[in-house]
């Protein structure tokens, strides 16, 4: 029963975090409402915890000593993005959906934000692209090297971080289940700027009539490199 908590939450954060960052010494009605939009988000999550954002985020602020709540604005694209997927590698468990639809989730709460958009893509879109204006206001860079951590000391604890985020705790309630090596590209993506892509995967279409077991696996390997 947390929808309600989270959707209130986001509303009063898109309206007063913008003023309480301003003015916050003077706006006292901004900073009472980001307070309350704080306790009822925790109240959310208390009960239906947390995904792949907040195991990456407690990893790079922990390795690279940013703030965590700027360490999640930096990777929430790209997470969004990856939970977005309609076929995705390996669904979660944790949150027991018998089919992908986060992307529908993420287009409710473009609706709920009045954010408009025809199909649940667009509205995905739009919210990203609202989200991002919201960062922009307070202040939040867009892109790890931009907090000036050294491209080579990123890269050299990339691997460590991505294995210990994928061991965190919130990794098992993410509703898609991320594989390692999706893990790392949403680093490097939030690192350099770029932003995440689905890979397509070989179908049916790919594999020749008559074609050898061992050539199958070659394509099909192909196609998590692509």
Excluded: W
Aim: hydrophobic residues 40%; charged residues 25%.
């Amino acid at each position: 029963y947390t929808d309600g908590l989270a959707l209130q939450a986001l509303k009063n954060i898109f309206k007063y975090l913008p003023r309480a960052y301003e003015n916050g010494q003077t706006d006292v009605e901004a900073r009472e409402k980001m307070a309350n939009a704080a306790t009822i988000a925790g109240m959310a999550f208390a009960n239906a915890f947390l995904g792949v954002c907040h195991s990456m985020a407690h990893k790079l602020g922990a390795f690279h000593h940013l703030p965590h709540g700027v360490a999640n604005a930096l990777l929430i694209e790209e997470v969004i993005r990856f939970n977005s997927a309609e076929a995705p590698t390996k669904m979660g468990t944790f949150s027991q959906y018998d089919h992908p639809h986060t992307l529908a989730r993420y287009a409710e709460i473009a609706d709920y934000l009045g954010l408009g958009g025809k199909t649940d893509e667009d509205k995905v879109e739009r919210l990203i692209k609202a989200i991002n204006e919201l960062k922009e206001k307070v202040g939040i860079k867009k892109a790890i090297k931009d907090y000036g951590i050294d491209e080579k000391v990123f890269l050299d604890n990339l691997d460590e971080m991505v294995e210990q985020a994928f061991d965190d705790q919130c990794t098992g309630a993410n509703p898609r289940y991320p594989l390692m090596s999706e893990i790392k590209q949403m680093y490097l993506n939030a690192y350099y700027g770029n932003h995440f892509v689905e890979k397509k995967m070989p179908t049916a279409a790919d594999i020749e009539d008559g074609a050898k077991v061992d050539e199958v696996k070659v394509t099909y390997r192909k196609g998590k490199k692509a």
